[in-house]
């Protein structure tokens, strides 16, 4: 111990644990403080009681010898920080030509682990820049993995590890899958497993029995984890394809039993599994469901997504059954029940997938489940209608071959059809009469008598339903784009935005929320608030609610309410919905054609009465 540090004790100026401390935080040495971080002691002022340490933040701070001895903790000279502070360009030619090294000390100067914020922390900006870090780091990961000494974790938050035998990268994997508890995790190991199959050619009992303890990880998931124990059951599976013993054997636990288990949740299911999964847990219905196998996927036809749609379509031609499939998409379209997302797939797949069915009526329904979605307020009708309009060839090959009637019949439904503002609606009416111009003279006859006649160009809506547009319009200027322009950014540092998934889905996502923004901003310059009090009961007029009868003597009753305000489970109807606008207008005694999922019905009017609910606490709910 120094002499000086020893004449300290006898003052009494610092404990003997103390100079056992302070004799390793000598001038030029290197420390650390849980608060200012990495320093280096510069100066001992033992006649002060003081030490003075270079703090990145801090140059020449001084500290107490007895607070130092307590406080920093020693860096040895072999540290990583040590070598930044020491020699910098040397750390960066040794990152540059053996990466392995450098993150062998890195993790050492970490008790042997580390995550990815406090590897950069340590490299950044130091070393290199933000953008050259993620660069260097990518291959410095693929040279770990060859390198065998290092644990790569599955998940971004868990440690780099540094051990000390070396082992191959499948073996590890098998390692970790065995510490993994969460399905989730389970999933992400196996994904990574099966690109490593071929590292098992040497040691196919270590397969062998990996395929059992998969086999018993989706057992443990079953019902509660039902998406990924499905996941697990793929992976098992395709062990088996890759060695006779691992799989060749029938399992006491099938894909088709837990299919057939968990059948009221397919649905949910199938929004878990990614896409590239679809076809495989396809294949396994007719074994799961036997002869209902049709009437499964029929279920999921209702909310699957297109990527889903494709691959339902593919097990029916699979399955020698494409007419099935013909059969009940005809139904679908002439219910109206057909999903916007599976008309949106019969539409981009129109030349190989039933072109048949392009026709006059598939737009019908088009426009049908667009004001459906609008509504119910789904979003999903948005992906249809971009195409609707994005797609330059559809009006034409939905129209080529209609009579001069059906097209004046469409263009007639697409004037009252509250879906479109008047820059789509004119759009929509130019594209259909390039297939049919001898309409041309109907159409701008129509638009003179519009343009002549004084028009309302307000929406009128109920003051609940107004303010919640504005909550909307603020959450999306104030939250959802500044997120997307920040997702953007951090998306375009990953480099390469030509195969940069994430820059493309922001700015996919970018597009949409633009739209979205300026939708909004014209529907609330046009919107006009009410309570509906004191409406007109001599006809029906917004605020009214009418009772109707059919020829069967059922009736029915509707309450005709602002543009924002339908609530079909109610029977609340928007007054520029297609029931709403059939009844605006008439008596009672009148008789009406309405739209329904089944066709149109004829109805009478019995009753015209005055809304008086609470439209507050029920749009609130």
């Known amino acids: 111990m120094n002499d000086e540090l020893t004449q300290c004790i006898e003052a009494g100026k610092i404990t003997p644990e103390a100079a056992e401390k302070l004799s390793h935080l000598t001038p030029g040495s290197y420390c650390k403080h849980r608060s200012w971080g990495f320093g280096q002691i510069a100066e001992w002022r033992l006649l002060t009681d003081q030490v003075l340490i270079h703090f990145k933040a801090k140059k020449n701070h001084p500290m107490q010898l007895q607070f130092a001895a307590e406080t920093l903790e020693p860096v040895p000279a072999d540290h990583i920080l040590a070598r930044i502070a020491a020699d910098p360009a040397l750390l960066r030619q040794e990152a540059q030509e053996n990466p392995v090294a450098l993150m062998k000390s890195l993790l050492q100067g ?66 970790q899958f065995r510490t993994a508890r969460h399905p989730k995790e389970q999933v992400a190991l196996m994904d990574a497993l099966l ?5 098992f050619k040497e040691d196919a009992n270590l397969l062998h029995q990996l395929a059992h303890e998969v086999e018993e990880a989706a057992k443990r998931s079953g019902r509660m984890h039902a ?34 288990e968990t059948s009221g949740k397919l649905t949910e299911i199938f929004e878990e599994i990614p896409v590239a999964k679809y076809r495989r847990v396809l294949a396994a ?42 059969n009940l998409t005809k139904r679908a379209i002439s219910e109206r029940s057909i999903s916007s997302d599976f008309l949106k797939w019969l539409c981009e797949e129109r030349a190989h997938a039933f072109p048949e069915l392009v026709n006059p009526e598939l737009f019908s329904a088009i426009l049908s489940a667009l004001e459906r979605d609008l509504h119910a307020e789904r979003k ?74 004084p028009r309302e160009e307000t929406l009128i809506v109920s003051w609940v339903s107004l303010e919640r547009r504005k909550n909307e319009y603020e959450n999306l200027v104030t939250k959802l784009i500044p997120q997307n322009t920040r997702d953007i950014s951090t998306a375009r540092s990953y480099g390469d935005l030509r195969e940069n998934f994430e820059f493309k889905a922001a700015k996919e996502q970018q597009r949409v929320l633009l ?79 309405l739209p329904s999922e089944q066709g149109e019905r004829e109805m009478t009017i019995e009753k015209i009465e005055a809304f008086t609910d609470l439209i507050p606490s029920a749009l609130n709910n």
């Not at 007719?286 to 036809?301: I, M, N, S, V």
């Not at 971009?386 to 330059?392: K, N, Q, S, Y």
């Open 515 to 593: 739209r979205q923004k300026a939708d909004l901003e014209q529907m609330l310059n046009q919107a006009r608030g009410t309570n509906f009090e004191n409406p007109e009961t001599a006809t029906v007029s917004i605020g009214t609610v009418v009772t109707l009868q059919d020829t069967q003597g059922k009736k029915e009753t509707y309450s005709v309410l602002g543009a924002w305000d339908g609530a079909p489970e109610k029977h609340w109807i928007s007054y520029q919905a297609a029931i709403g606008q059939a009844l605006l207008g008439r008596a009672c005694g009148d008789k009406v054609t």
């Open 195 to 199: 690109k490593l199959t071929s590292h």
């Open 285 to 326: 219905f007719p074994e799961a469901f036997q002869d209902r196998w049709q009437a499964q996927t029929h279920q999921l036809l209702r909310q699957a997504e297109p990527r889903l749609i494709g691959e339902i379509f593919h097990l029916f031609e699979n399955q020698q059954a494409r007419e099935d499939f013909l």
């Open 227 to 260: 998406p990924k124990a499905i996941e697990l059951l793929l992976a098992r599976d395709e062990i088996g394809k890759h060695h006779s013993s691992s799989g060749g054997q029938e399992h006491s636990f099938s894909l088709s039993t837990l299919l057939k």
């Open 380 to 453: 999903r009708g948005a992906r249809l209608q971009e195409l609707l309009f994005e797609d330059r060839q559809l009006i034409n090959d939905l129209f080529d071959k209609s009579d001069i009637e059906t097209a004046r019949y469409a263009i007639r439904k697409i004037n009252v059809s509250p879906v479109f503002n008047d820059l789509d609606r004119r759009s929509l009416l130019a594209r259909i009469l390039k297939v049919h111009p001898e309409l041309e003279t109907a159409v701008m006859d129509n638009a003179s008598k519009e343009s002549s006649a």
């Open 110 to 175: 970490h008790e042997g682990k580390a995550t990815t914020d406090e590897i950069t922390a340590d490299l950044v900006p130091d070393i290199f820049s933000a953008a050259d870090f993620k660069k260097w780091f990518d291959g410095a990961k693929k040279k770990m993995k060859a390198d065998g000494h290092f644990v790569i974790p599955a998940k971004k938050t868990a440690p780099f590890e540094l051990q000390e035998s070396s082992s191959s990268p499948h073996e590890r994997l098998v390692e």
